[in-house]
């Protein structure tokens, strides 16, 4: 690995909350790492991070809360991205993208189990990128919102007179 690949895959530092939606990216291809950075950034979204292994996403994300996590399946270190968005704490809430060379079924099922909010196949267009990125935060608000209403009528029905909470 030549030095500018290293220090692209070194982007991993933290990036403070500069308001904006914050993506996590786990990509271990720097120059896919690379590009991912540029557009989102276009894009108007805010890089909390870039992280080349499962390990060093999960760590991150305990650390940034991101809004959404771009996670590509074969990355470096133990965890896969199905094994490592399967290990995201559930009450996170954060949705996750994958992006893989790979749609064979077994990989398919496996990522399915995980219930993400989006599948890109690379080599992906950037607009598709952005029109999944939309559409995963739109489901993420919309299940945020039945998250709340389920919350507020379960404390409603708890503070009734018949209700045995």
Same mark, same amino acid.
């Given at each position: ?45 805010? *890089?909390?991070?870039? %992280?080349? +292994?499962?390990?060093?996403? /999960? &760590? ?5 809360? @991101?809004?959404?996590? !771009? ?25 996750? *993208?994958?992006?893989? %060379?790979? +749609?064979?079924?077994?990989? /398919? &099922? ?5 219930? @993400?909010?989006?599948? !890109? ?29 389920? %919350? ?14």
């Amino acid at each position: 690995m030549n030095a500018a690949t290293q220090s692209l895959i070194q982007f991993s530092e933290i990036v403070p909350h500069s308001g904006g939606t914050r993506v996590l990216v786990v990509e271990d291809e720097a120059v896919v790492a690379l590009h991912l950075r540029q557009e989102l950034t276009k894009l108007g979204y805010t *890089i909390a991070g870039v %992280a080349t +292994s499962g390990e060093q996403a /999960l &760590k991150m994300i305990e650390k940034v809360f @991101p809004d959404l996590v !771009l996670m590509d399946i074969h990355i470096q270190g133990e965890l896969d991205g199905i094994e490592t968005a399967r290990r995201i704490p559930r009450y996170l809430h954060i949705p996750v *993208i994958y992006l893989s %060379a790979y +749609s064979e079924d077994t990989t /398919l &099922k496996r990522a399915g189990d995980t219930h @993400p909010y989006g599948y !890109l196949i690379k080599p992906f267009l950037d607009r598709e990128l952005h029109a999944t990125i939309k559409m995963a935060l739109v489901r993420s608000r919309a299940d945020e919102a039945i998250r709340e209403n389920e %919350a507020l009528l379960f404390r409603t029905l708890c503070t009734t007179p018949i209700a045995s909470c």
